[in-house]
């Protein structure tokens, strides 16, 4: 399989005023395009770090990050934006969603960023929200659905513009059991249906045993699933 | 279609606090409309000093308003080179029931008087029917309505300078050119007044308050003014000549240290506001920390966050001030009758309406400057690390 993600003694540092505070100290790793991957590790390894350089939110200290051999860390500011808009797909923990806009208009979002019309709009939107099941919420705000509604209508607005890779940051951590698994769920079918790549960061074994492939991060480095070991 | 997406987007989120948005609004209307009716009180201070052409003259004692001139010097005046017509008038001072009932009376020369001041309109037959009665009045439109009067109607006026109890008929009512003419005063003759007071108090007798001079050339009004004085001085009473614009001015000289502090004040007041807005918007962009990374994560520029700020803020400064200006016309009204005898005109001007705007945007403007440019240059990682 070809490399997706392609990453090169990685290094972050963040800086605390004058202290520098090492986050990730070179990291390697390789995801092949179509793969889904979690990622774990205590509290504070550099999980979420990780995550938001590969997702172009953040940028590294050192090392590379090519993605579908692009240098996202090179890009300039409005570049690295279009890029993102245009290839990844978010899912967050609290899921972000705008409070002012309903599920439908949460969805669109992502949208007005392209050159769709209002009718081509409007169906992507009903399908995104018909194949996460809240075809009958469209008109429903953020706060009268749950929370696994929510995260829901999340995942339909990451996968709206048809991103190639799908960044999800403990996108369990808030839900129950039972919304857990329809959230889950939802991923293996965006993986197994539709072909994305997903990299998915939780604390939860049981979350991280959906995944393909385990990548246990400590202290900023990779301990098993990185190059070479795994699967 | 961006456009239209970022306005409801912005008024969206103008209203998730409603009672600090309503207050804000509320505090910016207030401004706005405290802005307009204090500058309106300096423009209509300044009006009533714009009211004639500087091709009128006036001529009054040298020493203070308070004294008079004998009514000689009229036909003086009128040989003077550059003089079209004289007129004269005096301060009457009636009371009409009480003091509260209170209209400028003055007694004026009946056959000039209408030809010097031809923005008092009246009708020609109402002005013959005035000439011919010696006790008939021509007032002014708006003591008429104000008084319920009508043509034919006596008004008894109780005698303060020249006393007794004096009784007038009403012959005619002017009307104002424009609305800048003062439609309140009531126009007795002072012959009659002159004539009557000879038998009492001879002293008061032919005597006037002020000249009113028509020039031929306005341009040459500083010319007349210094050839009508220099001909009364060392005389018993010397004159002082000049426009009746610098007349006017000369009464606001007085005011005009206050007039300054009002305008000033204008101003403090929008500067006020236009902190308690910045400070509302700050809390807002605040608060919205996690939203705007949000939306700067899904590929939306960090320019479009600022919009976002600058439109919120602007549509809430704009309500405000459209709420501001629409109030300022029914206030001004209400502030120009209860003030009646103060001004003569009290209109809300363009300009000012410009101003009311022109502030209300500078009001949403500046308050989103700060929070706009701080949620544009906050770390997405960072901005998505932000509780709520
Ligand atoms: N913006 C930042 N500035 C300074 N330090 C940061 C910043 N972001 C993260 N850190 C530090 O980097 C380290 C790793 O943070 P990160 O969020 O990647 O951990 P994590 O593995 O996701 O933890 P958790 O499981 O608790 O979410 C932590 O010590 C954190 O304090
Ligand atoms: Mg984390």
Known sequence: MSSLISIRSLGKTYRRGNQPVPVLLGIDLEIAAGDYVSLMGPSGSGKSTLLNLIAGIDKPTSGTLLIDGVDIAALPENDLAAWRAANVGFVFQFYNLMPVLNAFENVELPLLLTPLGKAERREHVETALAMVGLADRMDHYPNELSGGQQQRVAIARALITDPTLIVADEPTGDLDRQSADDVLNLLDRLNGELGKTIVMVTHDPKCAARARRLVHLEKGVLIVGGNGDGH | MMASYVFRLASKNMWRHRLRTGLTIAGIAVAIVSFGLLRTVVDSWYAGAELSSSARL???????????????????????????????AIWFGGIYIDEKHFFPQFAVDAETYFDVYPEFVVPPEQLAAFKRDRRGVIVGRKTMLKNGWKIGDQVPLKGTIYPGTWSFTIRGVYQGADDKVDEGQFLLHWGYVNEKIKAVLPSLADRVGVFVINIKDPGASAAVSAAIDSGFRNSLAETRTETQKAFQLGFIAMVDTILVAIQTVAYVVILIIMAVMANTMAMAARERMREYATLKALGFSDRFVSILILGESLSMSLAGGLLGVALTFPLAEAFFSATRDLFLVFTVTPVTLALQVASSLLIGICAALAPAWNSSRVRIVDGLRAVT
């Open chain 2, 58 to 88: 006036i001529t009054r004692a040298e020493a203070s308003l308070s004294f008079s001139l004998p009514v000689t010097y009229g036909e003086r005046i009128r040989r003077v080179p550059g003089v079209k017509d004289v007129t004269w």
